[in-house]
């Protein structure tokens, strides 16, 4: 069958709209049965275009139910309407207003796109073509208006009446109803539109910014949750402080207000001083929310606030710049984390996140640049290559210019281009005025796919004292992109003397070394360092300096030497890691370990854990195992994900065994009986504890650790962990610790989510059915994205082996889903989808099974343009 529409959109293509919109005033009646919506644009011809050209409004299944131009109707024959749009034949070669008149019904709008309802509140999304679903309109980035916005509800129903700007009248309008004027005087694209209407709780608090302008904040959420949006306050009010220490960069309205809903597409949406939040991403507290939650809830907090500047004040010139405010504003929040708890901690983390997320999307049929010069659905767009490796981008940009040099360009970019819609390449263009530094190989990065591969290889001569270091970089062919250019790699580095501790070096020849910064700019450098009085083991890609893989030649005892001596934390963990990895790759392949490895990997676990000068947090991710997923995508080609869950769960028994008494003495000693608080030490305490949970479940069956420690834990981190960890073992306790956790904490969604996702990554051959009646169930909310990301993304995302079953199961259970949710939201559907990126690194016969799958989703059903475009690319 056929896809709605395959048409693709080009950069190339980009030209600005005839036609300005000057101002905006839109007059919102909202009903039970109906929202009425009236639209008054002033609109003006620019200097450049013809007289007599067309206007051609956007417009997403509105049906027009009045027009007209400076209050005079419109004749039948000026104008046309269809379900993609509004055309306006000659309109006046002047400024004008056009009115127009829609009913939308958001209570049948199951796509969270345009306006819809959530638990019976009204709210909006419009990122990034969701305004055209609610009035006709030119709906791109570029067009930048300011919005005064009058809504009118019924009072009981919608006591609160939201929109962006600053609130400037309120009052009662007669028949139960009320009404709220909102202004916003800052020009912003319609994307960034956002309306609220319904019956909210609420906390508030205010911020005095630097200049001492208070602002009132306030969190809207269901009533009865109040006290659970007290972290995200908080997080917001540290958020505002941070920006403007960092960047400079003070809050610009008089109030800033978020608002939680049910029913959310994504994390949440930055529309100017009106933020809305899947409520995932604001309610905790210690019995219902993790840590990890905890910690998700204050970074998304901050990236959405960070917006206000990179994305809002100066936003995007069109859909493919994308990556200009997401890139920048994830590597914001990152540097937000870092500055507000442990710098190698965050680091860790979101490397682990890039590589378990994005070089998978980078390595296989999805792969795109970070700026893409083409699309057929911009949905689709929303990636992690977007967002993670854009902020990696922006990083190597911060470590090439340093600190200092950094600001200074962030500084121009906020002078320069504050109240425009803009490209990459300005983005770009004020490093290279700030810093006078030729960045023209630089933006290579923006515009070229796929994860370099760096191969190091080095030599040592006693004689001269001379050490030399080679560095290649490659990039395999991704989509559509043959052929690669050589980037501007920056690499972090040290030299380690045999005594663990740093070398120096008289002189170095063969290419540019700024500092402990080597710029890899060519194909392949050959460095030699004079001086160097003994053979050194090179620190590479210190902090992760670069999105790049590494091979080099250093062998396992020069591995386990970094874990122990290198000043970064960060390599001393990839150390680790590698070692772990390569293990477990070649057990996979038949090769399995000497003893006397696993010993030395053993010991220096072990080493690490007794380390008094590492924090608990570190250490947790020090003796994490690498999953079945990370290492199948080392092995890259004709993987077998049996082959290999079974050599890491022969190496986890292996590294454990020997050692698992004193692993049980460490986890009990970590017990505490100290009030729950999120803070980095606590949360870095438990995250050890059950990082050796982990392993005392996996490597020794000791499942009636994670039983206890289910049953006596006081927080949802504890509690949860040691189901997950018991679910993903399928120890005996497994699946009566479900079922409790499914009757205990029954009616809380968020909470029932996390059932949802333990349960996906069951690994026994019953899950799939488990599944399949979960999803059959009649109350199962099957419209709510929160829920079916939680049962369904989970299964295709986190490497399980049911998913990538050789008979196909997995893949026919998750494309039949698909074809259902397709119906339904086709933006959750096609990130599902995604998962079946796996596909081309398979073994044959899995690869053809998912294959297969594929093909009947696509012959069988008629799918959107979002899952469309997923399925062909990774079919092609
Ligand atoms: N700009 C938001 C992301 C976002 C994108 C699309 C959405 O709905 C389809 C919602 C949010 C962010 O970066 O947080
Ligand atoms: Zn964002």
Request: glycine fraction near 6%.
């Amino acid at each position: 069958m056929r896809t709605e529409t395959e048409q693709t959109i080009y950069l190339k293509d980009y030209a600005p709209t005839p036609y300005r919109i000057v101002s905006v005033e839109l007059d919102f009646r909202i009903l039970e049965e109906n929202t009425r919506v009236r639209a008054q644009l002033a609109i003006e011809p620019r200097d450049t275009t013809a007289p007599g050209t067309s206007l051609v409004l956007d417009g997403d299944g509105l049906s027009l139910s009045s027009i007209a131009i400076d209050g005079a109707p419109l004749a039948l024959a000026s104008y046309a309407a269809d379900d993609n749009g509004l055309t306006i034949v000659e309109p006046p070669f002047r400024r004008f207003v056009l009115e127009t008149e829609v009913f939308l019904k958001p209570e049948s709008n199951t796509k969270l796109m345009g306006l819809y309802r959530s638990s019976g509140t009204w709210c909006t999304q419009c990122e990034p073509e969701g305004f055209r679903r609610i009035t006709y309109y030119l709906d791109r980035p570029d067009v930048l208006a300011p919005f005064t916005v009058r809504m009118t509800a019924p009072q009981a129903l919608a006591p609160v009446l939201l929109s962006n700007g600053n609130p400037i009248d309120r009052g009662d309008a007669g028949d139960g109803m009320h009404y709220a004027v909102w202004q916003d005087p800052f020009p912003k694209p319609a994307y960034l539109f956002a309306l609220v209407a319904g019956d909210l709780g609420s906390i508030t608090d205010s911020f005095t910014t630097v200049s001492g302008r208070n602002v009132d904040l306030a969190i809207y959420c269901t009533h009865g949750k109040e006290a659970e949006c007290h972290h995200a306050m908080d997080s917001l009010k540290r958020s505002m402080a941070w920006d403007e220490r960092r960047f400079g960069r003070e809050y610009d309205l008089d109030v800033f207000n978020v608002v939680a809903v049910s029913d959310f597409n994504f994390g949440a949406m930055e529309n100017k001083g009106l933020n809305i939040f899947n409520d995932k991403l604001v309610f905790a507290q210690p019995e219902t929310a993790t840590d990890a939650n905890y910690h998700s809830i204050e970074r998304v907090i901050a990236h959405e606030y960070f917006h206000n500047w990179t994305g809002n004040r100066i936003t995007c010139r069109d859909w493919f710049q994308l990556c200009l405010k997401e890139g920048l504003t994830v590597y914001r929040d990152q540097e937000f984390s870092s500055d507000e708890h442990s710098r190698p901690v965050q680091r860790i983390h979101d490397v682990q996140n890039l590589r378990t997320s994005q070089f998978p999307e980078d390595g296989g049929p999805l792969a795109h640049p970070p700026r893409p010069d083409h699309y057929r659905e911009i949905n689709n767009f929303y990636t992690t290559t977007v967002y993670e490796k854009g902020a990696e981008v922006v990083r190597m940009l911060a470590t090439l210019l340093g600190e200092a040099g950094f600001r200074k360009g962030m500084d121009l970019y906020f002078e320069r281009h504050d109240g425009e819609a803009t490209t990459i390449e300005a983005f770009i263009k004020v490093f290279e005025d700030a810093s006078g530094r030729d960045l023209s190989q630089f933006i290579t990065w923006y515009l070229q796919a796929g994860t370099p591969q760096v191969t190091v290889s080095d030599s040592y001569d006693g004689a001269s004292q001379t050490y030399t270091l080679t560095l290649t970089q490659t990039v395999e062919p991704t989509p559509g992109e043959p052929d690669k250019k050589p980037l501007l790699i920056p690499v972090r580095f040290g030299l380690i003397g045999p005594n663990g501790s740093p070398m120096s070096w008289n002189g170095v020849s063969g290419g540019t070394v700024e500092g402990d910064l080597i710029l890899l700019d060519k194909p392949s450098v050959t460095l030699t360092f004079s001086g160097v009085a003994n053979k050194p083991v090179p620190s590479l890609f210190r902090a992760f300096s670069a999105p790049v893989k590494v091979s080099s030649n250093l062998d396992q005892a020069d591995l386990l030497f970094l874990a122990r001596h290198d000043s970064d934390p960060f390599n001393r963990w990839d150390a680790l890691q590698t070692v772990s990895t390569q293990l477990i790759a070649e057990a996979a392949r038949g090769r399995r370990w000497s003893d006397d490895d696993a010993h030395a990997l053993r010991q220096a676990l072990v080493d690490t854990l007794a380390n008094p000068d590492l924090d608990a947090a570190f250490k947790a991710q020090a003796i994490a195992i690498p999953g079945t997923g990370m290492v199948s995508r080392h092995i890259g080609k004709d993987v077998d994900p049996d082959a290999v869950s079974a050599a890491r769960k022969d190496l986890v028994t292996t590294l454990v065994g020997p050692i698992a008494d004193q692993l049980a003495e460490r986890y009990a000693a970590l017990v505490s009986d100290a009030p729950y608080s999120p803070d980095a030490a606590q949360a870095g305490e438990r995250a050890l504890r059950n990082g050796l949970l982990q392993l005392l479940v996996s490597g020794a069956g000791r499942g009636d650790l994670a039983q206890k420690q289910y049953e006596t834990a006081g927080n949802m981190t504890d509690r949860y962990a040691a189901m997950a960890i018991a679910a993903q073992s399928w120890t005996d306790e497994a699946p009566a610790l479900l079922g409790d956790f499914r009757t205990r904490f029954a009616g809380d969604p968020l909470v029932f989510d996390k059932w949802l996702t333990a349960s996906a990554q069951a690994p026994d051959d019953g899950v799939i059915e488990r599944m399949r009646a979960i999803l059959a169930a009649p109350d199962f909310p099957k419209t709510n994205p929160n829920r079916l990301r939680s049962l369904l993304g989970s299964f295709v995302m986190s490497g399980s082996t049911q998913f990538t079953r050789l008979d196909g199961a997995g893949f026919r259970f998750v494309t039949e889903a698909v074809a259902e949710i397709d119906k339904v939201n086709p933006q959750v559907a096609s990130r599902i989808l995604t998962g079946m990126r796996i596909l081309p690194m398979l073994e044959p016969r899995r690869r053809e099974a998912g294959r297969v799958a594929l093909e009947t989703l696509k012959s069988q059903h008629t799918l959107s343009r979002n899952v469309g475009e997923i399925l062909d690319r990774i079919l092609a």
